[in-house]
């Protein structure tokens, strides 16, 4: 123990004279964070959390559930709850299981079973959809308490796909890369420029109801993420809007049309559209108008 204690100390030290030398770089936060942890600092580790997340966004979902494991462990559900509504739409719909979990089990400490058992519903269900008999069979060990609740069929909600699908084909059919404005106005989702990281860099992310949108302005790329719970866009939705050409039976497809392409990453519940990335390029690398083969 004090030989761990030890390499904690040294691994604080060597973290204050990075964060010295490099005071922008959210990961040596993080990894200072990490040890107060093991430290039993846990104040000053959601400091520092807090401080890696802020310099750096794409540390946010790992130290917001770092620090739900921490206000867990205090007891203070409230903040557990508020902190998971920190994390970013896409890594929530990556990490749903573990997300939910701790949602659910905060939900319950705080004596809110009702919705707790909503939460534990929707995640069943996405297990089965998904035919995760793994996590299924988790889920049920680690909340017994629902092991009573009747089985429920999952029904697809589709009220908001023919809006997703309207916004891709527009997308879609547009000659040349979009404008912010014309991507807002496209998708309904409000873009906020992103911190750049590097020279050059000109991003763009937004988060809206069923959608995350992130450009890159600079290669010239948009990505649609749907979340596949809340808006089911099945891969027969997407033929059907025309917006693909050829077999639907894989999980990553393509086309390529004038001077824009896009490929489609199919997965999950409903087997449905997870993410669309449309790359404008330049003609130089366009010879020719092609349909991609399925990945």
Not at 44 to 65: G, M, R, W
Not at 124 to 148: G, I, T
Not at 276 to 295: D, E, F, G, Y
Request: charged content about 25%.
């Amino acid at each position: 123990l004090q030989l761990e204690v030890l390499d904690q100390l040294k691994a604080i030290k060597k973290c204050d004279e990075s964060i010295k030398a490099f005071p922008g770089v959210g990961a040596f936060y993080l990894d200072r964070a990490n040890s107060r942890v093991i430290m039993r600092e846990p104040v000053k580790a959601i400091v520092d959390f807090n401080k890696a997340a802020a310099l750096d966004p794409t540390l946010q979902s790992e130290c917001s559930f770092s620090c739900v494991e921490i206000y867990k462990k205090q007891g203070k559900n409230e903040l557990a709850l508020k902190e998971l509504d920190k994390i970013p739409a896409p890594a929530v719909w990556k990490s749903d299981q573990r997300y939910s979990c701790l949602r659910i089990r905060a939900l319950l400490d705080l004596n809110q079973k009702a919705t707790a058992q909503r939460e534990y519903i929707k995640l069943r269900d996405l297990c089965r959809a998904r035919k995760s008999d793994r996590n299924l069979a988790l889920l049920k060990a680690s909340f017994p308490e629902f092991m009573a609740l009747p089985t429920l069929e999952l029904k697809a909600p589709d009220t908001a796909v023919p809006k997703v699908i309207s916004a891709l084909k527009t997308l879609t059919q547009l000659t040349s890369f979009p404008t912010i404005a014309q991507i807002e106005d496209t998708t309904g989702v409000t873009l906020n420029r992103k911190k750049p990281q590097f020279e050059g860099d000109d991003r763009f992310d937004g988060t809206k109801d069923y959608l995350y949108v992130r450009v890159d302005q600079k290669n010239k790329k948009v990505w649609v993420f749907v979340n596949g719970y809340e808006c089911a866009v099945s891969r027969q939705a997407l033929l059907d809007g025309l917006l693909i050409v050829g077999d639907a039976l894989h999980k990553q497809y393509g086309t390529s049309n004038d001077f824009l392409m896009c490929n489609y990453y199919c997965d999950g519940v409903y087997d449905s559209l997870k993410m669309c990335l449309m790359t404008w390029l330049p003609p130089a690398r366009n010879v020719q108008k092609s349909i991609m083969p399925p990945h």
